[in-house]
């Protein structure tokens, strides 16, 4: 099939504007969405109701591309991009294949990323991002070999139970510490962690796509694991966990072909009956 293709559709959209609606007719056939930008200027696209695979791209002033993405499905989410200056940029909306349609646009003006300071075993931090790609960045103090628990509740960002934000820290230098988590409207926690050196680290809180919402970040200071010990046939053993990220290792004397049991009762770690905490029996 040979399609004789129309001009792409234009339209004019603004940060923090009203949504455009684009409609494209004929396979081939593109939008291009123009608006005006100054240097440093922070901004997100988030694409509706696109039914394909739709490539998303940002051209700056000189037509030379500042970001792309490729969407599947009903829509997707540029994160923000800094505009390198002022200028009229373009948007411009690439339906692959032989799809067509109509999609909805909305261009956020990003302001700057909620900030704010934590301190091991003090006061929750509660915090709201209420734009699209907008980040949370909270500092704490902390020395070498020093080992904290981050805590994450009260969570509204997204809709699911399983992931609205990516949550991780950073070292001093600016790379991660351990693994990041993704959290749902459930919470989560970063177990504990030991700083690697002495300085300034950050948690971040980055809501996937386009949602927002708020959260609440308490950062522990870890104990050191509570050590007993038990012996096979004999009383027993009560431990107690009293910080998060605090482990119990209790140890018992076996011998070669010597077969044993473990049972685990009145238990009060977490609120769920079926996950609170893991059991482990090590060599």
């Not at 234009?10 to 009203?18: Q, R």
């Not at 997204?158 to 351990?178: T, V």
């Not at 200071?221 to 053993?237: E, H, Q, Y």
């Amino acid at each position: 099939t040979l399609y004789d293709v129309p001009a792409d559709v234009t339209a004019a959209i603004a940060p923090n504007g009203a949504a455009a609606m684009v409609t494209t007719t004929v396979p081939g056939q593109n939008a291009r969405l123009t608006f005006t930008g100054v240097a440093n200027q922070r901004v997100s696209l988030a694409l509706t109701g696109s039914c394909c695979a739709t490539t998303l791209s940002v051209l700056k002033p000189d037509a030379s591309t500042l970001a792309s993405i490729t969407t599947f499905g009903s829509g997707g989410f540029l994160d923000t991009q800094r505009l390198p200056a002022g200028g009229t940029y373009t948007i411009v909306v690439d339906p692959q294949g032989v799809a067509t349609g109509a999609m909805t646009l909305t261009l956020y003006d990003v302001p700057p990323d909620v900030t704010g300071t934590l301190v091991p075993d003090g006061p929750p931090v509660t915090l709201t991002l209420g734009t699209p790609g907008q980040n949370a960045r909270l500092t704490f103090e902390g020395t070498a070999g020093r080992q904290v628990t981050l805590a994450i509740s009260n969570v509204t960002i997204g809709s699911s139970l399983l992931g609205g934000a990516r949550i991780s820290i950073l070292k001093p230098d600016g790379s991660e510490l351990g693994t990041p988590i993704t959290v749902g409207t459930s919470g989560g926690t970063i177990d504990r962690v030991t700083l690697p050196a002495t300085g300034t680290y950050t948690a971040v809180v980055d809501p996937i796509g386009s949602a927002t919402g708020s959260a609440t970040l308490t950062l522990h200071d870890v104990p050191t694991d509570v050590v007993a010990s038990i012996a096979p046939g004999g009383p027993p053993l009560t431990v107690t966990i009293t910080s998060p990220g605090q482990n119990a290792r209790v140890t018992f004397t076996g011998s070669a072909g010597q077969r044993v049991s473990l049972e685990v009762a009145n238990v009060s770690i977490g609120p769920s009956t079926c996950c609170g905490a893991k059991l482990s029996l090590l060599d």
